[in-house]
């Protein structure tokens, strides 16, 4: 089995490990924070000093990192991850970054004889633990191959999907958060259409389950709104990263996303107010506020 280290040990980069780990992988680590780092050693993994040096020690290297530029910094700055990983090595970033750094990325990885893939994920902190993640891969289809084995110890089997090269895999997670944080706007505005004119909106979800209206966001999001769990499956400051990142690859395609551009500010808004930590469902707070009344469960 090949040796592989992880940089990145999150909310969703330490259940991905410890499932490596688990799967018998010979794993090296590094976090900025140590608590999660120390937790993996604990579990058996080995600790890294730098980028560098958790290179030095793999075969395949997954970065799991909050933007692109820590991804930047951690594979391509100085005593970083290109520096450390010799020739015939693999690079695997799973993080959410812009098309066009991963795409810079490959080529740098590419002089160097090193093979690079970008692997963004969907399913949240759920699916991390779960090993349930839809994983969207851009890369050549031999790194892909290489790769797989890894991905079905992180993921759903069906859903690991190779779409295209370099930078692919990120324009694919582009159109994946464009789809969430335009469906929970719409969840929401539709609760707080119901609650506003006095007709219950459990009953109203509930119903809409049942038709061509139905989700899986309508089902799962829903409900938090319902029950006013906005405990982060996902942060809503993730989701607007990510959303600053498709409205910052539109421009540079000369592409307009009107909704998209719409549910960046309605999240900008939740930030605004506080709630920055909070779930992305708590979009609705900030349509209820407008809307003057509250999505509750009635008490009939």
């Known amino acids: ?34 608590a999660a780092q120390d937790e993996l050693v604990a579990a058996g993994a080995q ?43 693999l690079l695997i970033d799973m993080s959410t970054i812009q098309p066009s750094v991963a795409r810079r990325i490959a080529e740098a990885a590419r002089a160097k004889n090193i093979d690079a893939l970008d692997a963004p994920v969907s399913g949240g902190q759920v699916g991390a633990q779960n090993a349930t993640l839809s994983i969207m891969v851009g890369g050549s289809v031999a790194a892909f191959e290489r790769a797989k084995p890894i991905f079905e110890k992180l993921g759903n089997a069906e859903r690991i999907v190779h779409v295209g090269d ?12 464009i789809v969430v944080a335009v469906t929970i706007q719409a969840v929401s505005e539709a609760l707080v259409l119901a609650a506003k004119a006095g007709v219950d909106p459990a009953k109203v979800r509930e119903a809409l389950l049942g038709g061509f209206a139905q989700s899986r966001i309508l089902d799962l999001h829903g409900n ?77």
């Open 1 to 34: 089995m090949e040796r592989i280290g992880f940089i990145g040990l999150g909310i969703m980069g330490k259940p991905m490990a410890q499932h490596l780990l688990a799967a018998g992988y010979s794993l090296t680590v590094l976090n900025r924070s140590r």
């Open 47 to 89: 600790a890294g000093a730098s980028p560098f040096d958790v290179a030095q020690h793999s075969d395949v290297v997954i970065t799991m990192l909050p933007d692109s530029p820590d991804v930047e910094q951690v594979v391509l700055g100085s005593n970083g991850v290109l520096d450390g990983l010799r020739a015939g090595g």
């Open 166 to 177: 370099a930078g692919a895999g990120q324009v694919t997670k582009a159109a994946n958060q």
């Open 224 to 300: 938090r709104i319902l029950q006013r769990n906005f405990q982060p499956g996902f942060k809503t400051k993730l989701h607007r990263k990510d959303l600053a990142i498709v409205l910052d690859t539109a421009r540079e395609l000369g592409l307009a996303l009107p909704a998209t551009a719409n549910a960046a500010e309605v999240m900008n808004a939740v930030i605004a107010h506080g709630g920055a930590e909070l779930d992305h469902s708590a979009m609705v707070t900030v349509l209820e506020e407008l809307a003057n009344c509250q999505v509750q469960v009635s008490s009939k």
